[in-house]
């Protein structure tokens, strides 16, 4: 009796030691927001196959970002700006030669993460800016303004995604037939690669660019293994990708790791559990699946 | 009102990039016709629809429908694709995809009417598969499938109904019940434009065909356009349909 209430209380207290800290509370709260609009959004990458694209955006924001940080910008701006601006030569690139869209984004996204690099290392000689943290995430740098400009970033992003729902999913599911209906599919294309581009911008400091795509695509992926609607799998998704990222925030804490790499073990791992167990879908237990084990043996012996 | 305004197809070619796709095409729909469009593969079919909707740009020529260009009247048009060109794991039920029909008319901010969900309804019952809106549409049959998608061009309330090979893989039940319903739209006056490539039998149920290959080989009655010396241009020297065509 009383060990489980001793169990109870440091179980409480290790949940709430680090919330006494108020760059921890920030992060926390960023990592929520940031947890919500990632899955949210990604779901519309995950069922447009566009996972890609956000690999894409999320490295082409960097040199946006120095160039901002230069300038005496906020960097949320500049980021956004070098995303959107890589979507349209990724467009342009493939609309105006042979080339195609994904051999387009692997050559767009490199340069501009190349060039990122290069800004980032030459300034941060001089100032007191660190590229890991934007490349894997830093909770330790979150300040108020960014708990601000994430809550606006957070709001806009779910405000565009509530109202613009049943257009975008005609769109997303049936292009063609969205264009033949009469509806402005460019515009919602462009409204959605500027979604994108926001979510990733507001996501820089908790997961970092280069591993912001799991968390744009792996809570999505989960959810949609364990429920059939596109609304159900964003919600779900929200919750996978708050859990995920408010986990991976602790782990950074106890563990001392970045906390975009924390996160992403947790997330990988639900996937990893829904893709085993979904009842709808999991490969082991799912509906038309041989019993585990046979499965199993079947991993083990693919001849058999 | 009876619709009596007519699709005029006026001087079309369309490229792909360096190939030229079609070439110098002249015709007219009419309302009140199941019309087919017929040819081999790759002669063009699934192109010279989607440029006379302004699905995709076009070298020359106009489409126009009434008095006005065609592409400017989406609102009018219900369009079908190819139902390969559908990702059919997308986490939507069959309700979802036909309540697509209503996303033009319901208009940007708005949230869908009881008339919009009840006109719904009516459509899925008219394609037999109001037992199965809640199914997700990866758990369907082809033949299933395409009954959905010609509910959402029902639910659109169109005065065009174009469709894209609706007949391929789908179960001679789904075939009737799609037929049945393309001769009611064209009674109720409405322009029916379905692409097809099957010579068999079912080419008795259009009553004018348009006959294709990268040019317009022939247009008009069925019986006007199906001849040797018309099949021969589009299909080349052997096709074996004239015994099924009595
Ligand atoms: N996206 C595309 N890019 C390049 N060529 C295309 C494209 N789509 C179709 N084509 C070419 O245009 C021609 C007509 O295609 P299509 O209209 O799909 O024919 P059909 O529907 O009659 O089978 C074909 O030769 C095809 O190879
Ligand atoms: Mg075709």
Redesign the pocket.
Known sequence: MSLDLALNLAVLDWFFEPLQFAFMQRSLAVAIMVGVICSVVGSYLMVQRLALLGDAISHSVLPGLAIAFLLGVNIFIGAFIAGVISTVIIGWIHTRSPIKEDAAMGIVFSAFFALGITLITTIQRDNKIDLNHFLFGNILGVTGGDVRDTAIIAGLVLLAVAVLYKELLFYSFDPLGAQASGLPTGLLNAGLMVLIALTVVASMKVVGVILVLSLLIAPGATAYLLVPRLHQVMLLGAAIGVFSSVSGMYLSYYVNLPSGPAIVMVVSTLFALAFLLSPRHGVLVGPGRARPWRQLQRLLRPGL | MVVTSKIMVDHLSVN??D?Q?LRNINLTVRPGKVVGVF??????????V?AMLGLMPVVTGRVTYGDDILAHQLDRVAYVPQRSQIDWTFPATVWDVVMMGRVKQTGWFKRFSAPSHQIVQDSLERVGMADFCDRPIGALSGGQQQRVFLARALAQQAEIFCF?EPFVGVDQKTETVIFSIFRELAAAGKIVLV?N?DLGESITNFDQLIL?NKELIAAGPRDWVLTRDHMTRAYGGHVGFFGHVA
């Not at chain 2, 040819?39 to 079919?45: L, S």
């Open positions: 792909y990039r190939v796709a040819g081999p593969n790759g002669a063009g079919k699934s192109t010279l989607k894209d692409i490539h294709l």
